[in-house]
Antibody, heavy 113, light 109 residues
Framework: EVQVVESGGGLVQPGGSLRLACAAS????????MHWVRQAPGEGLEWVAN????????YYVDSVKGRFTISRDNAKNSVSLQMNSLRTEDTGVYYC??????WGQGTLVTVSP | QTVVTQEPSLTVSPGGTVTLTCASS?????????PKWFQQKPGQPPRALIY???NKHAWTPARFSGSLLGGKAALTLSGVQPEDEAEYYC?????????FGGGTKLTVL
């Protein structure tokens, strides 16, 4: 059975940091591109970042460049999103998904004073 | 800034056929944009339906099909069911980034 499970969300003040994690199982993780996507309350989906299967390629939406870092550990079938200098507009549900089509349930990040 | 445009809303009758489209501000959408389609129902995460414009995932119902049509990516639902009422998003690849469309709210009425 395929499982994709995000964790690490929570409430943080503007300027703070959070580290999201995504644990995957049931598919060939080490050959999969992995993505982070977010959804602000009541809004549409926004692609945030992705990472190549070997971890040597990382790509970001312009609004998070220099603040967010995506990484992966193929030995642990996990991908992370380190989020620094958080802003109120970063608030939303963060989802992890793979090019194979598997999505997690999401983790809520709230950036508020 | 690249913009991906979808119809904000569409209405279809049960059993009918509807086509949702996905346009790019940079020009024609091609297979090189690796178009993907997702369905999202309220309170749920998105569900992948189509990848690389026309390919279905193992769980994608047969009534969903993807294509490239008139310079756009398209998602056609044939024999629409009440449970198809949802928000639909396309996703396109641009060099080093991906961009979602704004979504189409499909009402089955």
């Amino acid at each position: 059975e395929v499982q994709v499970v995000e964790s690490g969300g929570g409430l943080v003040q503007p300027g703070g940091s959070l580290r999201l994690a995504c644990a995957a199982s049931g598919f060939t993780f080490r050959t999969s591109w992995m993505h982070w996507v977010r959804q602000a309350p009541g809004e549409g989906l926004e692609w945030v970042a992705n990472i190549s299967p070997g971890g040597d390629g990382e790509y970001y939406v312009d609004s998070v460049k220099g603040r967010f870092t995506i990484s992966r550990d193929n030995a642990k079938n996990s991908v992370s999103l380190q989020m620094n200098s958080l802003r109120t507009e970063d608030t939303g549900v963060y989802y992890c998904f793979t090019d194979a089509g598997y999505w997690g349930q999401g983790t809520l990040v709230t950036v508020s004073p | 800034q690249t913009v991906v445009t979808q119809e904000p809303s569409l209405t279809v009758s049960p059993g009918g056929t509807v086509t949702l489209t996905c346009a790019s501000s940079t020009g024609a959408v091609t297979s090189g944009h690796w178009p993907k389609w997702f369905q999202q129902k309220p309170g749920q995460p998105p569900r992948a339906l189509i990848y690389t414009a026309t390919n279905k995932h193992a769980w994608t119902p047969a009534r969903f099909s993807g294509s490239l049509l008139g310079g756009k990516a398209a998602l056609t639902l044939s024999g629409v069911q009440p449970e198809d009422e949802a928000e639909y998003y396309c996703l396109l690849h641009y060099d080093t980034a991906w961009v979602f469309g704004g979504g189409t709210k499909l009402t089955v009425l």
